[in-house]
Structure formats: structure tokens, C-alpha cells
Nanobody, 119 residues
Framework: QVHLVESGGGLVQAGGSLRLSCKAS????????MGWYRQAPGKQREFLAS???????THADSVKGRFTISRPDTVNTVYLQMNSLKPEDTGVYYC?????????????WGQGTQVTVSS
């Protein structure tokens, strides 16, 4: 079983920055892709960004230019740098990873970390 553990959430003022981190508890296989999702109060979970082993990244239009996903050399670790935060960025942020590379694969989710942006 693989568990994803997020950290780095918290309370920040509008215009501020936060950096979220996510690391798998075990690396028995490589997760690919890895990404971040967000669930705001009363809304569905939405995609924010993803990255592949080859460092191909995708960002949602709502965060493009403000959020940056990155994947260091450390296996099954991913970061989300969030700048110019807005009150509408408030929500629970979830890390995601898919693996193994052969069928059947499955999706893994972290427990979520709260981000609150005050106006």
C-alpha cells in the first residue's frame, strides 16, 4: 500500500505564497504522473497541475502563471509552489499519484492539506 503525505498548507494573506510538498510513504514502484487537485467548500474536486517523469507539466488555466508544479529527483515526491494567492484559492489540496506503470494501475490520494487565503 502506498500513502501520499502532504504538507505545507496553512493560512496566508492574499498575494502571499505557499509551497506544498507531497511524498509517498513507500516507493515500491514509481508513481507517474503525480499531481495536485483542490476542493473548495461546496465544490467538486478540481485539477490544478500534473507532472510526468519526463517533467512534462500541465497547469489548469485558473492557476497558470501563479502555481508551478515540480518533481525533484527524489522518487515519488512532488511540490506545488503557489504565488499571488487569492481568497478563491482557499480549499483542501490533495496530492495524486498513479501507479504502477503496468496494468492494473490505480490512483492514490493524500489525506489533503488545508489552504486558507484571507482577503
Amino acid at each position: 500500500q502506498v500513502h501520499l503525505v502532504e504538507s505545507g498548507g496553512g493560512l496566508v494573506q492574499a498575494g502571499g505564497s505557499l509551497r506544498l510538498s507531497c511524498k509517498a510513504s513507500r516507493s515500491i514502484f514509481v508513481l507517474n504522473p503525480m499531481g495536485w487537485y483542490r476542493q473548495a467548500p461546496g465544490k467538486q474536486r478540481e485539477f490544478l497541475a500534473s507532472t510526468t517523469l519526463g517533467n512534462t507539466t500541465t497547469h489548469a488555466d485558473s492557476v497558470k502563471g501563479r502555481f508551478t508544479i515540480s518533481r525533484p529527483d527524489t522518487v515519488n515526491t512532488v511540490y506545488l509552489q503557489m504565488n499571488s494567492l487569492k481568497p478563491e484559492d482557499t480549499g483542501v489540496y490533495y496530492c495524486h499519484g498513479r501507479g504502477p506503470s503496468t496494468l492494473p494501475y490505480r490512483d492514490y490520494w493524500g489525506q489533503g492539506t488545508q489552504v486558507t487565503v484571507s482577503s
